[in-house]
């Protein structure tokens, strides 16, 4: 699904971000990504969602070279990706409604489809009596909530989050924890950088860790206190838009450029 | 998503950008409305003084001035002999006397001026009517040069001569026009550029979350084209609207004067208006496309 091949980044400025880093992550893993700050976590992510090219070397992501691909399909790329951040990144002067059914709109979904689509992923981080709230009406853990349900909202193959935690306290981390791993058991595979050594430890599951840009582990945890997940809800069916791999990896590729 | 429903949403998000940021919108609509309400200005007056002189044109004599000493008979002769050319159509005598009430008529605010000055002030002439009005060719010409220089013609007025001034007067109040009209559209374009660039600024984070979750470059930017698009459009419309009540307003407070005649005979045709408008888009437009052009958003 994910693959790193002897990855480099170097800033103009001199700064090796990632040193010679290769990995594989298959279909459906859940992978925390660790290191403390400024070993290359962020500059790793970015590169999955081609934010960034890497300075050397491959990274396929589905098969695909994401280096290569043009300027003009860069999209495409991204409607397959949910990107969720510490900062939340929602949009204060839009509704929740609003904020999560971004690309259904950009896909050209009906205002119906879009509520349709809207309540499902609301539904899934137990935000859908808020359709209607704004951002800076809800705390920060219904903020990075909302964020989730807008990265989900179509079904992404791949999740990927950057310290979603990291502004919040530590049940509210747990609560958001809890979702991706939900998210994770729909088959989503889930890339999230973390640099809180004790959640990792107690949910366990793959962990690659950076180290001032170079991949010094990846390994398997057992977890010492998995969470109990619940069976997720099934997903938003019938009548909606299509799926990313509904449309072979070429969703809206017919909207004009 | 099809290009009539992006264009959906465009102008929909154009419509809820202007709403929400008014007051730098209007700026740039008053921008654009000054530059394109001077252009249509000099482009109305210099319709309506075009259009006078084509009329005018229609009507034109070549009047001879006679020696205020030529004898009727004398006149009446040279009238025969005027008639003679082939190119005269018709030959009037105007008398000392009926020079002078004929100005009188047509000035009579003035009437006392030339009662005052005895025996008759205004010369004796002839008037020819031209076969052909527009045209002078240079035989023509060089019989009235012939004319000119007659020991009984103190002068030859050919009307063609100052509607030809009147002309060029037109076409340099058109030149000027569109040359003023074309600086202050090049500030519009330069400040609807600044507010286009402003409003992608105020919307820097949500361009950067459409970026992030799959938006096209075409979807991102679509917005501002329309807005500045509309701008335009709102800009062209208020400017026509504004021409129309000053000519309105002319023709309301000057019927029937020189003025009007002059300058408000006929409005811009509704080419010209559709002309204006769109003139107006392309330039919020071209505004909206040069401050995106370099920006990565």
Do not use: C
């Not at chain 1, 909202?153 to 306290?169: F, K, M, R």
């Amino acid at each position: 699904m994910i693959q790193f091949f002897q990855v480099t980044k170097r800033y103009p400025g001199g700064q090796t971000a990632l040193d010679r880093v290769s990995f594989e992550i298959a279909r459906g893993q859940f992978i925390f990504l660790t290191g403390a700050s400024g070993a290359g976590k962020t500059s790793l992510l970015r590169l999955i969602f081609r934010e960034d090219v890497p300075s050397e070397g491959q990274i396929l992501v589905n098969g695909r070279n994401v280096s290569s691909i043009p300027a003009s399909k860069i999209p495409y790329l991204r409607r397959t990706i949910g990107v969720v951040f510490q900062d939340f990144r929602l949009i204060p002067r839009k509704t929740v409604f609003e904020n999560v059914t971004y690309l259904p709109r950009i896909l050209g979904a009906d205002v119906k489809a879009q509520k349709k689509l809207a309540y499902h992923a609301l539904r899934r981080v137990g935000l859908a009596h808020r359709v209607n709230a704004f951002p800076l009406e809800l705390s920060g853990g219904e903020q990075q909530r909302v964020a989730i349900a807008r990265a989900l909202i179509n079904e992404p193959e791949i999740l990927i989050a950057d310290e979603p935690t990291g502004n919040l306290d530590p049940d509210l981390s747990w609560e958001i924890l809890r979702l991706f791993l939900e998210v994770n058991l729909r088959g989503t595979t889930v890339l999230l950088a973390t640099h809180d050594r004790d959640m990792i430890h107690r949910v366990g599951r793959r962990v690659l860790t950076l180290d001032a840009g170079r991949l010094v582990g990846d390994q398997e945890l057992p977890g010492t206190d998995p969470p109990r997940l619940e069976a997720p809800p099934p997903p938003a069916a019938d009548g909606e838009i299509e799926t990313p791999t509904d449309a072979g990896g070429s969703l809206g590729e017919g909207e004009p450029e | 998503m099809s290009l009539l429903k992006a264009l959906r949403y465009f102008f929909h998000e154009a419509v809820v950008n202007l709403a929400r940021g008014w007051k730098v919108s209007l700026l740039a609509i008053l921008t654009i409305t000054v530059s394109l309400l001077v252009g249509g200005a000099f482009l109305l007056v210099s319709r309506n003084l075009l259009a006078s002189v084509e009329r005018w044109r229609g009507e034109t004599r070549v009047v001879v001035y006679l020696q205020p000493e030529t004898a009727p008979d004398a006149m009446r002769r040279l009238a025969e002999e005027a008639a003679r050319a082939p190119w005269a159509a018709k030959v009037d005598i105007v008398t000392a006397e009926a020079a002078r009430r004929r100005f009188q008529d047509s000035f009579p605010s003035l009437s006392d001026l030339v009662a005052g000055l005895g025996d008759e002030p205004l010369p004796a002439s002839l008037e020819i009517a031209l076969r052909d009005p527009g045209r002078r060719p240079p035989e023509l010409r060089a019989w009235l040069e012939t004319w000119r220089r007659r020991p009984e013609v103190s002068m030859v007025d050919d009307d063609r001569e100052w509607l030809r001034q009147i002309e060029t007067v037109a076409t340099l109040l058109r030149g000027v026009g569109l040359a003023l009209a074309g600086g202050l559209l090049a500030a519009a374009i330069f400040t609807t550029a600044s507010v286009i660039r402003l409003t992608a600024y105020l919307h820097h984070d949500e361009i950067a979350v459409l970026r992030l979750v799959g938006a096209t470059e075409f979807y991102i930017r679509g917005p501002f084209y329309a807005e500045g698009f509309v701008q335009g459009l709102a800009g062209g419309l208020v400017a026509s609207g504004a021409l129309w009540a000053a000519y309105a307003l002319l023709r309301l407070r000057e019927p029937g004067t020189l003025l009007e005649s002059l300058l408000a005979a006929h409005f811009l045709s509704p080419a010209q208006i559709a002309v204006l408008v769109l003139f107006g888009g392309a330039a919020g437009l071209t505004g909206a496309v040069m401050s995106l052009r370099r920006e990565s958003l």
